[in-house]
């Protein structure tokens, strides 16, 4: 279970870093993916069985939904 929740916060700095580049441009989304990675509380959530990390993983996917309809890509 533990190996999927990390692989679950692994998927999230990649995807903040997706939206950032999307909505910004690509230096934005490698500081926002490489300060997501390293950001302490994140990677305490991580490394333990809570709900919130597949919370943040979820909101980060309807986010994503939400800036393809608004760019019109979806």
């Not at 692989?7 to 926002?32: D, H, K, Q, S, Y």
């Not at 490394?47 to 980060?60: I, K, N, R, W």
Request: hydrophobic share 70%.
């Amino acid at each position: 279970m533990r190996v999927a929740q990390a692989a679950a916060g692994a998927a999230l700095c990649v995807i903040v870093a997706l939206l950032a580049a999307r909505i910004f441009n690509r230096e934005a989304a490698l500081v926002g993916g490489a300060l997501l990675a390293v950001y302490g509380p994140l990677v305490l959530i991580e490394v333990s069985l809570l709900a919130e990390g597949l919370f943040l993983l979820l909101l980060a996917l309807a986010l994503w939904s939400v800036v393809d309809l608004r760019q019109g890509t979806a």
